[in-house]
Protein backbone atom coordinates (compact mmCIF):
# COMPACT_ATOMS: atom_id res chain seq x y z
CA UNK A 1 0.00 0.00 0.00
CA UNK A 2 3.02 2.42 0.92
CA UNK A 3 4.64 1.44 -2.30
CA UNK A 4 1.77 2.17 -4.46
CA UNK A 5 1.31 5.37 -2.56
CA UNK A 6 4.97 6.54 -3.25
CA UNK A 7 4.55 5.66 -6.85
CA UNK A 8 1.16 7.47 -7.39
CA UNK A 9 2.41 10.72 -5.56
CA UNK A 10 5.87 10.69 -8.10
CA UNK A 11 3.84 10.41 -11.17
CA UNK A 12 1.69 13.15 -9.78
CA UNK A 13 4.98 15.12 -9.33
CA UNK A 14 6.39 14.09 -12.76
CA UNK A 15 2.64 15.93 -13.91
CA UNK A 16 3.48 19.12 -12.06
CA UNK A 17 6.75 19.18 -13.12
CA UNK A 18 6.20 18.70 -16.76
CA UNK A 19 3.30 21.62 -16.89
CA UNK A 20 5.44 24.16 -14.77
CA UNK A 21 8.33 23.56 -17.58
CA UNK A 22 5.50 24.43 -20.44
CA UNK A 23 4.44 26.69 -18.13
CA UNK A 24 7.48 28.76 -18.38
CA UNK A 25 8.74 27.79 -21.90
CA UNK A 26 5.86 27.69 -24.12
CA UNK A 27 5.81 30.60 -26.33
CA UNK A 28 2.06 32.77 -25.96
CA UNK A 29 -1.22 32.16 -24.02
CA UNK A 30 -2.83 29.26 -25.63
CA UNK A 31 -0.14 26.85 -25.77
CA UNK A 32 0.69 27.43 -22.21
CA UNK A 33 -3.17 26.78 -21.13
CA UNK A 34 -2.32 23.35 -22.98
CA UNK A 35 0.55 22.46 -21.07
CA UNK A 36 -0.91 23.32 -17.34
CA UNK A 37 -5.01 23.21 -17.81
CA UNK A 38 -4.55 19.15 -18.59
CA UNK A 39 -1.08 18.28 -16.89
CA UNK A 40 -2.28 20.01 -13.39
CA UNK A 41 -5.34 18.12 -13.58
CA UNK A 42 -4.08 15.17 -14.01
CA UNK A 43 -1.54 15.49 -11.24
CA UNK A 44 -3.45 16.65 -8.47
CA UNK A 45 -5.71 13.81 -9.14
CA UNK A 46 -2.91 11.39 -8.90
CA UNK A 47 -1.50 12.90 -5.85
CA UNK A 48 -4.65 12.86 -3.71
CA UNK A 49 -5.50 9.48 -5.26
CA UNK A 50 -2.15 8.61 -3.55
CA UNK A 51 -2.77 10.40 -0.53
CA UNK A 52 -6.29 8.91 -0.23
CA UNK A 53 -4.71 5.24 -0.46
CA UNK A 54 -2.33 6.14 2.23
CA UNK A 55 -4.92 7.21 4.94
CA UNK A 56 -7.10 4.24 4.39
CA UNK A 57 -11.02 3.98 4.36
CA UNK A 58 -12.35 6.51 6.45
CA UNK A 59 -14.22 10.04 6.58
CA UNK A 60 -11.06 11.44 5.87
CA UNK A 61 -10.04 9.98 2.67
CA UNK A 62 -13.84 9.85 1.21
CA UNK A 63 -13.40 13.53 1.60
CA UNK A 64 -10.23 14.02 -0.16
CA UNK A 65 -11.91 11.53 -3.14
CA UNK A 66 -14.35 14.17 -3.14
CA UNK A 67 -11.37 16.84 -3.32
CA UNK A 68 -10.58 14.74 -6.32
CA UNK A 69 -13.77 14.41 -8.41
CA UNK A 70 -14.23 17.83 -7.86
CA UNK A 71 -11.02 19.01 -9.40
CA UNK A 72 -11.55 16.70 -12.50
CA UNK A 73 -14.92 18.58 -12.63
CA UNK A 74 -13.85 22.05 -12.24
CA UNK A 75 -10.69 22.83 -13.75
CA UNK A 76 -10.96 21.68 -17.23
CA UNK A 77 -13.68 24.24 -16.90
CA UNK A 78 -12.18 27.25 -15.24
CA UNK A 79 -9.58 26.63 -18.58
CA UNK A 80 -12.37 26.41 -20.74
CA UNK A 81 -14.13 29.91 -19.35
CA UNK A 82 -10.23 31.70 -19.46
CA UNK A 83 -9.83 30.29 -22.67
CA UNK A 84 -12.60 31.75 -24.24
CA UNK A 85 -12.37 34.87 -22.29
CA UNK A 86 -9.11 35.58 -23.87
CA UNK A 87 -10.90 34.23 -27.39
CA UNK A 88 -13.23 36.97 -27.66
CA UNK A 89 -11.22 39.82 -26.29
CA UNK A 90 -9.05 38.98 -29.08
CA UNK A 91 -6.12 37.64 -28.47
CA UNK A 92 -4.07 36.07 -31.50
CA UNK A 93 -2.65 32.29 -30.95
CA UNK A 94 1.17 32.58 -31.93
CA UNK A 95 2.17 31.11 -35.27
CA UNK A 96 5.31 30.27 -36.42
CA UNK A 97 7.58 33.25 -37.77
CA UNK A 98 4.35 35.51 -37.62
CA UNK A 99 2.58 33.93 -40.45
CA UNK A 100 -1.36 35.09 -40.44
CA UNK A 101 -3.95 32.81 -39.61
CA UNK A 102 -6.83 31.77 -42.23
CA UNK A 103 -9.85 33.06 -40.05
CA UNK A 104 -8.09 36.05 -38.64
CA UNK A 105 -10.52 38.21 -41.36
CA UNK A 106 -13.61 36.32 -40.57
CA UNK A 107 -13.47 36.62 -36.55
CA UNK A 108 -12.28 39.90 -36.97
CA UNK A 109 -15.65 40.59 -39.20
CA UNK A 110 -17.69 39.03 -36.57
CA UNK A 111 -16.40 41.13 -33.91
CA UNK B 1 8.60 7.69 9.64
CA UNK B 2 10.01 7.51 6.13
CA UNK B 3 6.38 7.89 4.28
CA UNK B 4 6.27 11.44 5.97
CA UNK B 5 9.61 12.54 5.03
CA UNK B 6 8.79 11.36 1.84
CA UNK B 7 5.93 13.57 2.35
CA UNK B 8 7.87 16.46 3.49
CA UNK B 9 10.52 16.09 0.23
CA UNK B 10 7.46 16.22 -1.99
CA UNK B 11 6.19 19.42 -0.01
CA UNK B 12 9.49 21.42 -0.64
CA UNK B 13 9.78 20.44 -4.64
CA UNK B 14 6.11 21.74 -4.67
CA UNK B 15 7.20 25.23 -3.13
CA UNK B 16 10.25 25.14 -5.64
CA UNK B 17 7.27 24.91 -8.90
CA UNK B 18 5.60 27.19 -6.80
CA UNK B 19 8.28 29.71 -7.11
CA UNK B 20 9.14 29.14 -10.71
CA UNK B 21 4.94 29.83 -11.19
CA UNK B 22 5.38 33.18 -9.42
CA UNK B 23 7.77 33.86 -12.22
CA UNK B 24 5.33 34.18 -14.80
CA UNK B 25 2.40 35.76 -12.63
CA UNK B 26 5.01 38.52 -11.73
CA UNK B 27 6.47 39.22 -15.58
CA UNK B 28 4.12 37.71 -18.07
CA UNK B 29 2.52 39.77 -20.46
CA UNK B 30 -1.04 40.33 -20.29
CA UNK B 31 -3.84 40.06 -17.46
CA UNK B 32 -4.42 36.22 -18.75
CA UNK B 33 -1.17 34.61 -18.38
CA UNK B 34 -1.64 36.45 -14.48
CA UNK B 35 -4.69 35.01 -13.91
CA UNK B 36 -3.57 31.02 -15.41
CA UNK B 37 -0.59 31.55 -13.16
CA UNK B 38 -2.54 31.87 -9.81
CA UNK B 39 -4.84 28.88 -11.30
CA UNK B 40 -1.65 26.45 -11.04
CA UNK B 41 -0.21 28.44 -7.75
CA UNK B 42 -3.19 27.37 -6.60
CA UNK B 43 -3.56 24.25 -7.35
CA UNK B 44 -0.10 22.76 -6.40
CA UNK B 45 -1.10 24.95 -2.64
CA UNK B 46 -4.07 22.37 -2.84
CA UNK B 47 -1.95 19.85 -2.59
CA UNK B 48 0.46 21.09 -0.33
CA UNK B 49 -2.10 21.77 2.30
CA UNK B 50 -3.20 18.33 2.12
CA UNK B 51 0.74 17.01 2.76
CA UNK B 52 1.20 19.21 5.21
CA UNK B 53 -1.79 17.73 6.83
CA UNK B 54 -0.32 14.61 6.89
CA UNK B 55 2.64 15.90 8.26
CA UNK B 56 1.69 17.23 10.91
CA UNK B 57 -0.87 14.44 11.62
CA UNK B 58 -4.21 17.08 11.81
CA UNK B 59 -5.25 15.65 8.79
CA UNK B 60 -8.98 16.08 9.67
CA UNK B 61 -8.22 19.52 9.87
CA UNK B 62 -6.64 20.36 6.78
CA UNK B 63 -8.97 18.20 4.33
CA UNK B 64 -11.33 20.91 5.14
CA UNK B 65 -9.03 23.91 4.55
CA UNK B 66 -8.21 22.25 1.53
CA UNK B 67 -11.63 21.72 -0.15
CA UNK B 68 -12.44 25.50 0.52
CA UNK B 69 -9.43 26.31 -1.05
CA UNK B 70 -10.15 24.48 -3.92
CA UNK B 71 -13.65 26.03 -4.38
CA UNK B 72 -12.05 29.34 -3.74
CA UNK B 73 -9.67 28.75 -6.77
CA UNK B 74 -12.30 27.89 -9.05
CA UNK B 75 -14.73 30.57 -8.58
CA UNK B 76 -12.02 33.27 -8.46
CA UNK B 77 -11.09 31.83 -12.00
CA UNK B 78 -14.63 31.92 -13.28
CA UNK B 79 -15.11 34.83 -12.44
CA UNK B 80 -11.81 37.20 -13.22
CA UNK B 81 -12.60 35.15 -16.66
CA UNK B 82 -16.45 36.28 -16.93
CA UNK B 83 -14.92 39.84 -15.64
CA UNK B 84 -12.84 40.65 -18.41
CA UNK B 85 -14.75 38.49 -21.35
CA UNK B 86 -17.55 41.40 -20.78
CA UNK B 87 -14.82 44.14 -20.50
CA UNK B 88 -11.98 43.10 -23.05
CA UNK B 89 -8.41 43.70 -22.94
CA UNK B 90 -6.52 45.73 -24.42
CA UNK B 91 -3.18 44.74 -25.62
Same mark, same amino acid.
Given at each position: ???? $????????????? $?? $???????????????? $??? &???????? &???????????????? +????????????????????????????????? +???????????????? | ????????? @? #???????????? !???????????? @? *???????????? @??????? %? !?????????? #??? !?????? *??????? %? !?????????
Amino acid at each position: MIVL $TILLISVGIFFFT $TG $TIGFLRFPDFYSRMHA $TGK &SDTLGAAL &SLAGLALYEGFSLTSI +KILIIVIFILMTSPTATHALLRAAFDSGMLPWT +KGGQPIRDEEVRRGQK | MIVEDFFLI @I #SLIMGLLVFFCL !YRVVYGPGVFNR @I *IGVNVIGTKTLI @ILVLMGF %I !YRRIDMFVDI #SLV !YALLNF *IVTIAAS %I !YFQRKGVHH
